[in-house]
């Protein structure tokens, strides 16, 4: 300090002594706000304290689809002969939950879960479909017309929890009887489907919980979480592909107290669900 110069007084030698920690608490709040203001949204969420309008007068219901597995040798490779209903895995706690968040989080008017087989004549009543482990699934020459008259009427189906290569290879060939001349193409951001409720910036893969238990995400291989979509001639997606990820075990266990660990997980299988839900009623 030079001669003659004012000496600080203690309120200013109090603000420079704790200048590093107010520097500190501001890289901290620039970090931290993004990811905070993501939990706030999704706790005001669930509890019903915002919904958001914009969506008011749009109706959804979980409609799961009963099909045919596969039997012998191919049914033991892909589910290791522990289900015999291998369509059922994760219900009804997983659409029961999942209903119940949708409706909390927005103002869509959602109705009663429900379970289909392809020939059901209410089929056309509901525009969206989920269909869970279909690695495992048989369609008759029937079902696939149905299918694909339904799809191509503006319907959506979603495949959810099959893992790895030689699942994905046994839903390309089961789709192929649908659509045998389109193929899956990859969705990733910017597409809209990852900014139509939460934001996301890339799409997440959520650990089935015998996974979690591993200490693992991924299982059978399947290393890397992939959305895909059969389009329209639109560009509409009408098959939404949920690969090497299981969004139905977050949605079945978020109530599970006993796995505390695990709620993170359930967290992003409700967003990302919600995304794709919601892109799927406004588009």
Same mark, same amino acid.
């Given at each position: ?22 520097? !500190? ?5 620039? /970090?931290?706000? #993004?990811? %905070?203001? @993501?939990?706030?949204?999704?706790? =005001?969420?669930? &509890? ?68 289909? !087989? ?5 089929? /056309?009543?509901? #525009?969206? %479909?989920? @269909?869970?482990?279909?690695?495992? =699934?048989?369609? &008759? ?143």
């Amino acid at each position: 300090m030079t001669a003659g110069a004012a000496r600080p007084g203690a309120w200013w030698r109090r603000v420079l002594r704790q200048a590093p920690f107010a520097v !500190a608490v501001a890289g901290l709040l620039t /970090f931290v706000a #993004p990811a %905070l203001s @993501l939990l706030v949204k999704d706790a =005001a969420a669930q &509890s019903g304290v915002f919904k958001e309008d914009r969506f008011a007068g749009l109706q959804w219901t979980f409609v799961r689809v009963k099909y045919t597995p596969t039997q012998g040798d191919l049914a033991m490779r892909t589910r290791f002969g522990f289900w015999d209903d291998p369509w059922a895995i994760d219900a009804p706690a997983a659409e029961q939950n999942l209903s119940r968040r949708v409706q909390t989080a927005t103002s869509i008017e959602v109705g009663e879960p429900l379970v289909m !087989a392809l020939d059901d004549p209410r089929l /056309f009543q509901y #525009p969206w %479909l989920y @269909l869970v482990e279909p690695s495992n =699934a048989i369609f &008759s020459d029937d079902e696939a017309a149905t299918l694909r008259e339904f799809l191509l009427r503006g319907g959506t189906l979603t495949l959810d929890d099959f893992h790895g290569s030689f699942e994905w290879d046994l839903t390309v060939r089961l789709l192929a009887k649908v659509f045998p001349d389109r193929e899956f193409v990859d969705l990733s951001p910017p597409h809209p489907i990852f900014t139509s409720f939460y934001q996301f910036e890339r799409y997440p893969q959520v650990p089935g919980l015998g996974s979690f238990f591993n200490g693992r995400t991924w299982e059978k291989g399947g290393y890397t979480a992939r959305l895909r979509a059969i389009l329209d001639d639109t560009g509409r997606p009408m098959v939404l592909a949920n690969w090497n990820t299981d969004m139905g075990d977050g949605w079945e266990w978020s109530n599970a107290e006993e796995y505390p660990g695990y709620l993170k997980w359930t967290t992003v299988a409700y967003q990302m669900m919600i995304n794709e839900v919601v892109y799927t009623l406004t588009h």
